[in-house]
Structure formats: C-alpha cells, structure tokens
C-alpha cells in the first residue's frame, strides 16, 4: 500500500468520524421502541453471565457490556461514539475493497467520498440497533476473505473465521452467507494446499474458530432455558412470516402508527416469557400452521407481496430512525438521492463484471458472493415486515459499486462533450 493511500484512508476516517459525531450532537434520537430490549439485553448480561435472550442474539449487546463496565450503565453516549468510529471504519474499508477489486485509486477514492458522507448509514450511528455493528463486521469478512485469498496466511484466515462465525451473532439472518463463506474457504484450503497435514490443520482450525462465538449460545441457552442448541431458541423466521402476511410494509419511522391485530398478537406471544420448551414449541407450529392456511387461502397474492416486499425493502424514506414522518421535500431528497444510489451501484457493478480481470480468481469470486449476498438479503427480507432499515447493512457494498458507477458516468459525459466539440 502506497503513502498516497494511507493519507486518504486517514482523511476519509477523519473526516467521517467528525461527520458522525456532529450528526449525533445535532440530531439526537430517543431510546424507544427495539432499542430499549437491547438495553435491557445489555443490563441482563451483565448481571447474569452467559445470558442469552431467547429472540435477541448476544452479539451486538456483547460489543456494549464492557462500555457500560467501564463508563456506566445510563452511558448511551459511549456506545454512539462507538458506532461512529465503526462506520468510520467502515469508509475506510470501502476505499480499500474498491482499489483492491477495481484497481483504481479514483474508483475508490468516489467510493469512499460517497460512503464518508452518506446519510443511510452515519445517522444510525446514534441509535441502539445491529445495523452499524452488522454493516462493520459484513465489510470486514469481505475484506479479510480477500486477503486470504489473496494470500493464504495463517494469521488472515483466523481473524477471517472468527468474523464470519460473529457475523451472525449480530445478525441472526446472516447465517446461512456465513456458512457459505465457511465452505468456499474450506473448498479453497482443499484445492490449494498440497501438503495434507497443513490442510486438514487450517480446515480444523477454521472450523473451530468459526463455530467459537456460538459456544456462548452453547452454555447461555442451556443454563437459561434448559436447551442446548448454539442458535436463538425462538423460530424468527416463523415469526416474521407470520408478520409478513399482514403486514405489506412497514415505515419504521413510524414506530407508534396502529399494528394490526394479528401483528400485536404474535409480537406478545414472543416477547412474554416462555414457561416450557414445549409451550416454545407449540407457539411455533401454531403460527406456521395459520401460515400456511393464509398463503394456501391466496398463493397468488402472496407471491405479489413478496416481489413487491423485495424492492420496499430497498427503498429508503427516511435517514431519522425515530422522529416520525418529517417533511415531503426531505423525503423526497431521499428517496431521490437513495434510487439514484442504487442505480449508480448497479451500473457499477455491471460496468465492472464485464470486464476482463474478472476472470482472475479473487475478483471473479468476490463479484459473485456480491451478487449471491445481495440477491439472499433480498429474497429473506421479503419473507419479513421489510422495514427498509433491514438493508442498511448491504449499504457499504453498494457504495463501492456506486464509486465505480459514477466514474463509468462522468466519462461518458466527458467523452459525449469531447466528440462535441
């Protein structure tokens, strides 16, 4: 890495984190509605050792307890300072992921620009909720699964599987891209490593470093609920069908706007606490069995719901998580400045999958967990209220394509002035 990087990096940090902390100083957001049982995941965590909460997993709560340690349990400022020096970090990590794949110092430097002054994901910075912390470790295993592949180290694919084995501690939906980051390590360690002993070493430590942060849901989940499984005991993904059914979409800065009746009833039964595994277990079927008949009622409604629940769910109305509706010019802006967002990455990621060094292993590849991530995010949240907050943590890979995209445009511009003249 040349100086000229390393000064950019640090600007785009800089920057970016000065950026944050005056969001936070001038839009200050209350702890309402999610955020108070992440607060409350926290304080049970200190107090009790190993607790897990049976729909909300430890990871995200894991990264505030030894702030509240340090600087006191009412200390929210410490964890937004926090999350602003992820998202900072998480510039920085755009910028280099964009050189890396496009070879391009400008390329990267727009995508970097782009996400320093981005409001999606700098404004959830003041908020107690996954979608910076998810954001951050999405853009590490990136940038570490290019490193190994790009240099097979030892040291690299450590840090490699424990991120990707953390990554769903965050964000319990995440799992199944992280197993499949697992097998194309494996199947990378296999085909690349002659030696037989080295080979099976790194692919029992990869596995054993992977599966490490579940050991916490291991012991948490059975000392608390008697079960011993590495995963959330409540089915969520029976849950947010069941919620999806009812309700289309959902406006997350309209919090408080009336639920329907079937959505309260759910959202109660899974928050109150469960006496039995087996009232757990019958909860479930219960509300996979009225699943089914409500789909069985109306398949084709419920296929048109889901197509349309894959592009609310990319929509972006508002950059405020808890202050309401707000003004119509303002959510104009941001629908406006989101849809040309993602048309922009798009085009990026078009312009530069057509070129020719993708057939280079590393890229080629990188260029298809992209797709593969995006397309899974898509398809899962349509299966969920789609909140249109679900996607913020894809948000830094769209930038680095957007970076692309806009240089593709403006030397189309240039080149149409050019032959003008």
């Avoid at 108070?36 to 304080?43: C, E, G, R, S, T």
């Avoid at 400008?106 to 912390?133: H, Q």
């Avoid at 979409?249 to 079937?262: D, G, Q, V």
């Amino acid at each position: 890495m040349k100086n000229k990087d390393r000064y950019i990096m640090l600007i785009l940090f800089s920057v970016g984190l000065t950026l944050r902390l005056l969001i936070l100083h001038i839009f200050p957001q209350p702890l309402v509605a999610d955020q108070i049982q992440y607060q409350a995941l926290v304080n049970y965590m200190m107090d009790l050792p190993f607790y897990t909460h049976s729909f909300r997993s430890y990871g995200f709560p894991m990264l505030i307890v030894p702030l509240y340690q340090i600087f006191g349990r009412s200390s929210y400022i410490s964890w937004q300072i926090m999350q602003t020096i992820l998202d900072s970090i998480t510039t920085v990590l755009v910028f280099v992921i964009a050189g890396h794949i496009f070879k391009s110092r400008k390329k990267a430097f727009l995508s970097g620009f782009l996400y320093m002054i981005n409001p999606f994901t700098s404004f959830y910075s003041g908020v107690l909720l996954t979608e910076v912390s998810s954001a951050f470790f999405l853009m590490l295993a990136f940038y570490l699964f290019i490193k190994f592949t790009a240099n097979g180290k030892l040291l690299t694919l450590a840090f490699l599987a424990l991120t990707i084995g953390y990554l769903p501690q965050i964000r319990p939906t995440f799992l199944p891209f992280s197993i499949l980051l697992l097998a194309i390590i494996c199947f990378r360690l296999f085909n690349k490593i002659v030696q037989a002993k080295k080979m099976i070493f790194y692919m029992i430590l990869c596995v054993m470093l992977f599966f490490l942060p579940f050991t916490y849901n291991l012991i948490g989940n059975f000392r608390y609920h008697g079960i011993w499984t590495p995963f959330l005991i409540d089915n969520l993904l029976v849950e947010n069908l069941y919620v999806s059914l009812y309700l289309e979409r959902f406006f997350f800065s309209e919090k408080y706007f009336p639920l329907p009746a079937e959505v309260d009833w759910i959202y109660g039964l899974y928050s109150a606490p469960k006496k039995s595994n087996e009232e757990r277990k019958k909860m479930t079927e219960m509300f996979l069995t009225l699943s089914k008949q409500k789909i069985l009622e109306d398949p084709i409604t419920f296929v048109k719901i889901r197509f349309k629940k894959m592009w609310y769910v990319w929509e972006k109305h508002f950059v405020l998580a808890y202050q309401g509706e707000g003004n119509k010019w303002v959510i104009g802006t941001t629908y406006l400045l989101n849809l040309m967002l993602l048309i922009t990455g798009l085009s990026g990621y078009i312009s530069e999958a057509r070129k020719k060094f993708v057939v280079e292993d590393e890229r080629r590849l990188f260029f298809m967990l992209t797709a593969v991530f995006f397309v899974y995010l898509t398809v899962i949240s349509s299966l969920t209220s789609a909140e249109e907050r679900y996607t913020i943590p894809a948000y830094p890979l769209v930038f680095v394509f957007s970076g692309s995209g806009i240089y593709f445009f403006l030397r189309k511009i240039k080149g149409y002035k050019n032959g003008k003249k």
